[in-house]
T-cell receptor, first 113, second 111 residues
Framework: DADVTQTPRNRITKTGKRIMLECSQT?????MYWYRQDPGLGLQLIYY???????NKGEISDGYSVSRQAQAKFSLSLESAIPNQTALYFC????????????FGDGTRLSIL | DQQVKQNSPSLSVQEGRISILNCDYT??????FLWYKKYPAEGPTFLIS?????DKNEDGRFTVFLNKSAKHLSLHIVPSQPGDSAVYFC??????????FGAGTTVTVRA
């Protein structure tokens, strides 16, 4: 079983719809992250959480919101989806110790028509 | 404003030869650097890292070199194998645990 699980893996939806992407982890890490990847670009940080009561905006948080329901669960919502939010979305986790790498899920491919 | 740049979008190398991937950064506060490898339909997986207090780190066939004065790092893969064909991302952190990523380099290892 994957340590970092993202659901759904693929989603096609229409402009204006509310979308929720979910992430769960079994690694026991406190820190969780949401990224998006667009063609020809690296991963860009949307939101991150260092523990259940801590939520922080990343580089591109406009149009997105998150919820940290438990240490193991971190969901990303698009309140009113628009076509330029079509992208590949990744969830990641990391240990709190300095220098520890982030571990990624397999991604959600989201298409907004 | 991209703080981490991988200027070569692709690299083709013959099996058994060396692959050299390059990465440049602009933020002098970065103190931790990582390389990730990504296969299609999978998430990035951690490959190797280096702290700013070092200039070289080696792990099997993979070696990362850091030149702080030039704000440049490179990943060497020796020897290259077919399973190394993937997209490689360079990433950097400024001691706040957030990663800034480059756009990636697609490596193709030819038989």
């Amino acid at each position: 079983d994957a340590d970092v699980t993202q659901t759904p893996r693929n989603r096609i939806t229409k402009t204006g719809k509310r979308i929720m992407l979910e992430c769960s982890q079994t690694k026991g890490h406190d820190r969780m992250y949401w990224y998006r990847q667009d063609p020809g670009l690296g991963l860009q940080l949307i939101y991150y959480s260092f523990d259940v009561k801590d939520i922080n905006k990343g580089e591109i948080s406009d149009g997105y919101s998150v919820s940290r329901q438990a240490q193991a669960k971190f969901s990303l919502s698009l309140e009113s989806a628009i076509p330029n939010q079509t992208a590949l979305y990744f969830c990641a986790t990391s240990d709190a110790a300095e220098g520890q790498p982030q571990h990624f899920g397999d991604g959600t491919r989201l298409s907004i028509l | 404003d991209q703080q981490v740049k991988q200027n070569s979008p692709s690299l083709s190398v013959q099996e058994g030869r060396i692959s050299i991937l390059n990465c440049d950064y602009t933020n002098s506060m970065f103190d931790y650097f990582l390389w990730y490898k990504k296969y299609p339909a999978e998430g990035p997986t951690f490959l190797i890292s280096i702290s700013s207090i070092k200039d070289k780190n080696e792990d099997g066939r993979f070696t990362v070199f850091l030149n702080k004065s030039a704000k440049h790092l490179s990943l060497h893969i020796v020897p290259s194998q077919p399973g190394d064909s993937a997209v490689y991302f360079c990433a950097a952190s400024a001691n706040d645990y957030k990663l800034s990523f480059g756009a990636g380099t697609t490596v193709t290892v030819r038989a």
